[in-house]
T-cell receptor, first 113, second 114 residues
């Protein structure tokens, strides 16, 4: 069965610190991977996605993620966070040929000014 | 304006009553989804539909039902069999046929059962 694990439930960082949020998925076939962000009071929006090619993908607002197939991971990174990055971050996966879109439990990120 | 509309934003119902949440999209998307968002549990998939007149159970379908009679609409019924229905419900849609497209979300419906 398809599943996503996000082990960091709540991360607290100071501004300018580097960020890495973990995401692991269970499905062994061809996958499409996504990171979404939910700012307080707003809709979920896409940060970045991976479906093929270069395993290092860049998204909006300076975020990037690396797909490591051997580790079933798709960790999200940002070299220097800002207070405005305070939000909840969700990793998600679909399988090739199947529309089922599964999300992880989310990571709440709090940035201290 | 293209997008996904969920209505109402807040909904109150008495225990034992069925309630239907509306989700409409004008993005011409084939695939539609219903999620339940609870604190600390992320988004859990209730049902999804890849095409009109077809839908599949997600991970927590018990106590819920859906229909997909029109491409634009994917209503969710929370039945009296759902043991813990008070939650925030999100509807989403995306282009079907390929798995790598972005999902777009509605603003959500907060259901409170008393």
């Amino acid at each position: 069965a398809q599943s996503v694990s996000q082990h960091n439930h709540h991360v607290i960082l100071s501004e300018a610190a580097s960020l890495e949020l973990g995401c692991n998925y269970s499905y062994g076939g061809t996958v499409n991977l996504f990171w979404y962000v939910q700012y307080p009071g707003q809709h979920l929006q896409l940060l970045l996605k991976y479906f093929s090619g270069d395993p290092l993908v860049k998204g909006i607002k300076g975020f990037e993620a690396e797909f490591i197939k051997s580790k079933f991971s798709f960790n999200l990174r940002k070299p220097s966070v800002q207070w405005s990055d305070t939000a909840e971050y969700f990793c998600a996966v679909t399988n090739f040929g199947n529309e089922k879109l599964t999300f992880g439990t989310g990571t709440r990120l709090t940035i201290i000014p | 304006d293209g997008g996904i509309t969920q209505s109402p934003k807040y909904l109150f119902r008495k225990e034992g009553q069925n309630v239907t949440l509306s989700c409409e999209q004008n993005l011409n998307h084939d695939a539609m989804y219903w999620y339940r968002q609870d604190p600390g549990q992320g988004l859990r998939l209730i049902y999804y539909s890849q095409i009109v007149n077809d839908f599949q159970k997600g991970d927590i379908a018990e106590g819920y039902s859906v229909s997909r009679e029109k491409k634009e609409s994917f209503p969710l019924t929370v039945t009296s069999a759902q043991k813990n229905p008070t939650a925030f419900y999100l509807c989403a849609s995306r282009t079907g046929g390929v798995g790598n497209t972005e999902a777009f979300f509605g603003q959500g419906t907060r259901l409170t059962v008393v």
